[in-house]
């Protein structure tokens, strides 16, 4: 026991042994060949992705402000953006519930490929505002990477159902050290892909090498989630009985599996949903008004140019890589609840000597700690509603408790934007920064007497051990 308890966690490794996959010094094993080479499949796909992600999110918004998008304008992009995320997230969390969470994970990663080899060969403004939309384009803000777009709920589903219970905090906290990982692999190509100066003679050229990379990083992770069998992803009957105390059979008659496969809101998780959709709607207000722009901030308040900036997302995202490991640790000390609300508080504290920073290293810093700490809590917000929804309704409760979010997230970079050009680059930073303690405390006060099943019975089993 005493050595699994200090496992080593210090490098990661996309891979498949038939056995386990991981970390180098820690065993990860899902107890079945195919769940094993399953979840490798996600991880490097979430990886891929996440570098599409990190890529265009450094040079999206910067490249559209050298174009003549000013703020405002760009603002309204993320728009369109966010609106069309959103509705296409929650038509994938429903139907991927009844028919299944593959053919997203392969198809949508195209869109992004589609957009990253328009934005290489295109200058027309229409076109990219089409094409950054269905692509979902800008979205990561190239630190945050935590995101892989609107198929996030489905991949989120599978990750539960090949995971278990037991498991499930330390496999969402793997899949963000991956993102991170993917992250750093965009930010390094971003940093020696783009201008290292602010002088551009033609942006088209200049920036075309990154978006084909964003193309083929995209490209790939649809094309490794083709190797993904859902089926291996199943909780057999042991796990459900071990994970969820139901006893539930796996098997069901041929008219309840019709009645299953179609397309409905998920009923059972109603409490649970209407709580998160206020919760989600405060926290993706704050995040638009900084989230998106957390380059452009950096190019117009500290004057880098896209490759410095690059190289800066590099360094945080490689050392906070490995920070979504203690997640589980947290949240095994602190319960899941409070370990997320402490860390909510503290993310949405530290906006605010952020927006204030006398100078870049300073607010390179301030962001590296903040960057720490919210790799943390991005897997412990997803493990808790996927553990309370019921689990026909994983992937519509993941996709519809995000929408009021997105749409928030959408709604708010437009009057971010208009602040920037004409008011103040600090307040929109202030502004997220107060609405995410808000959040805190709404989230505290919605969950606080509802921790996931796992918890509780940890907590109980004490005393029935010793009666």
């Avoid at 991981?22 to 065993?27: L, P, S």
């Avoid at 998106?292 to 490759?307: D, E, G, I, Q």
């Avoid at 050009?421 to 502004?431: G, Q, R, T, V």
Wanted: hydrophobic share 50%.
């Amino acid at each position: 026991m005493g050595s699994r308890n200090n496992n080593r966690e210090a490098v990661y490794i996309l891979a498949s042994s038939g056995q386990y996959v991981g970390f180098i010094g820690d065993r990860f094993d899902l107890g079945t060949k195919a769940k094993n080479k399953d979840f490798a499949i996600l991880l490097l796909a979430r990886a891929l992705m996440s570098g599409a992600r990190a890529l265009s999110g450094v040079i999206a918004a910067i490249y559209l402000s050298i174009i003549g998008f000013n703020a405002f304008e760009i603002g309204m992009v993320f728009l369109a953006i966010g609106i069309f995320s959103a509705v296409l997230s929650s038509l994938i969390g429903l139907v991927s519930d009844q028919f299944g969470t593959k053919p997203f994970l392969v198809v949508i990663p195209l869109f992004a490929c589609l957009a990253g080899a328009s934005f290489a060969f295109s200058d027309n403004h229409v076109l990219l505002i089409l094409m950054a939309t269905l692509g979902t384009f800008g979205r990561g803000a190239g630190a945050g990477a935590g995101a892989v777009g609107p198929y996030q709920p489905a991949e989120s589903s599978l990750l539960l159902q090949i995971s278990g219970h037991k498991k499930r905090n330390k496999a969402f906290a793997m899949m963000a050290s991956a993102s991170a990982f993917g992250a750093v692999v965009g930010g390094i190509l971003s940093a020696v892909m783009t201008p290292g100066t602010h002088v551009v003679h033609s942006a088209l050229a200049a920036y075309r090498d990154a978006f084909l990379a964003t193309a083929v990083l995209a490209g790939l992770a649809g094309a490794v989630a083709i190797a993904l069998n859902p089926d291996s992803g199943r909780l057999e009957e042991s796990d459900v009985v071990d994970d969820l105390d139901a006893g539930r059979e796996e098997t069901e008659s041929a008219a309840a599996v019709k009645v299953k496969r179609s397309i409905k809101f998920p009923h059972k998780s109603k409490p649970l949903l209407y709580r998160l959709w206020l919760t989600n709607g405060i926290n993706g207000l704050g995040v638009g008004f900084f989230g998106p722009f957390v380059s452009y901030w950096f190019y117009k308040r500290f004057n880098l140019s896209t490759a410095e900036i690059g190289y800066l997302f590099v360094i945080l995202n490689a050392v906070t890589m490995f920070s979504t490991l203690s997640a589980s640790r947290v949240a095994k000390y602190f319960g899941i609840i409070k370990a997320t609300v402490y860390l909510r508080t503290v993310q949405g504290i530290l906006l605010i000597p952020l927006a204030l920073s006398p100078n870049v290293y300073v607010a390179g810093a301030v962001f590296l700690v903040r960057s720490l700490v919210q790799r943390m809590s991005v897997p412990l917000r997803q493990s808790y509603v996927l553990a309370m929804a019921d689990e026909t309704e994983r992937a519509s409760v993941a996709a519809l408790s995000n929408f009021p979010s997105q749409v928030a997230m959408s709604a708010s970079p437009v009057l971010a934007g208009y602040i920037y050009d004409e008011i103040s680059l600090a307040i929109p930073f202030e502004i997220a920064g107060v609405l995410q303690l808000i959040n805190s405390i709404v989230y505290w006060e919605f969950f606080k007497n509802t921790p996931p099943e796992d918890e509780v019975r940890k907590s109980v089993q004490p005393s029935i051990s010793g009666n």
